[in-house]
């Protein structure tokens, strides 16, 4: 079964700090697609960042960086320097092997506070 | 370079009528993705389709809901006979591939109220 997971409902961070948005997930699969994306107050999803289960690096994507440690199964999302646009929900994604589905969390509520 | 149209953005029906909610996919893309999302809650996947052809539909509820991606025009997704817990944001996506690499363009949402 695929499951993620995000226990942070919301968060709290002063302007310009780094952040760090909790993201596990559970799968059998040996090949998978991590993702965050991001939903403002106006409701679009924003695709923010990408990691495959077999890079071996970090993906970067300008302020946003994706902690991936595969043995804990986690992929965590780091903002460098938030912004007051920063606020919104973020919701971790996977996809398993077969790529049919997207599995995402509960999502994080973000508040930068000036 | 249009992403992807997802219409209407808001929709109020009554229990009991019907709800037309449509997705035209970005250019290019021929994989279609709907998802809905309850209030407070993420994106719970229901069905993906190709040009002409439902691949997975295992997240679509038994009764009431279909979906369809003609050869022509946009992707339907169609609930007969809306009740209260219908009420929900409906979400397209689209990608050009499927794989695990395969980022999914979102349309803006399609917002559902049953009265």
């Known amino acids: 079964a695929q499951k993620i997971t995000q226990t942070q409902p919301g968060m709290f961070v002063q302007e310009k700090e780094a952040v760090t948005l909790d993201c596990t997930y559970d799968?059998?699969?040996?090949?998978?697609?991590l993702f965050w994306y991001k939903q403002p107050s106006s409701g679009e999803m924003i695709f923010l960042i990408y990691q495959g289960s077999y890079d071996q690096q970090n993906a970067t994507e300008g302020r946003y960086s994706l902690n991936f440690q595969k043995a804990r199964k986690s992929a965590n999302l780091v903002i460098s320097a938030s912004q007051l646009g920063d606020s919104a929900m973020y919701f971790c994604?996977?996809?398993?092997?077969?790529?049919?589905?997207?599995?995402f969390g509960t999502g994080t509520s973000l508040t930068v506070i000036p | 370079n249009a992403g992807v149209m997802q219409n209407p953005r808001h929709l109020v029906r009554r229990r009991g009528q019907e709800a037309r909610l449509r997705c035209s996919p970005m250019k290019g893309h021929s994989h279609v993705y709907w998802y809905r999302q309850l209030p407070e809650e993420g994106l719970k996947f229901m069905v993906y389709?190709?040009?002409?052809?439902?691949?997975?539909e295992s997240g679509m509820p038994k009764e009431r809901f279909s979906a369809e991606f003609p050869k022509e025009g946009p992707s339907i997704l169609r609930i007969q006979q809306v009740v209260r817990g219908d009420s929900a944001a409906y979400f397209c996506?689209?990608?050009?591939?499927?794989?695990?690499?395969?980022?999914?363009?979102f349309g803006a949402g399609s917002r559902l109220t049953v009265l």
């Open positions: 994604a996977m996809t398993p092997n077969t790529g049919n589905q997207f599995y």
């Open positions: 799968t059998s699969d040996p090949s998978y697609g």
């Open positions: 996506a689209s990608s050009r591939n499927p794989g695990t690499a395969n980022v999914l363009t």
């Open positions: 389709l190709q040009k002409e052809n439902i691949i997975d």
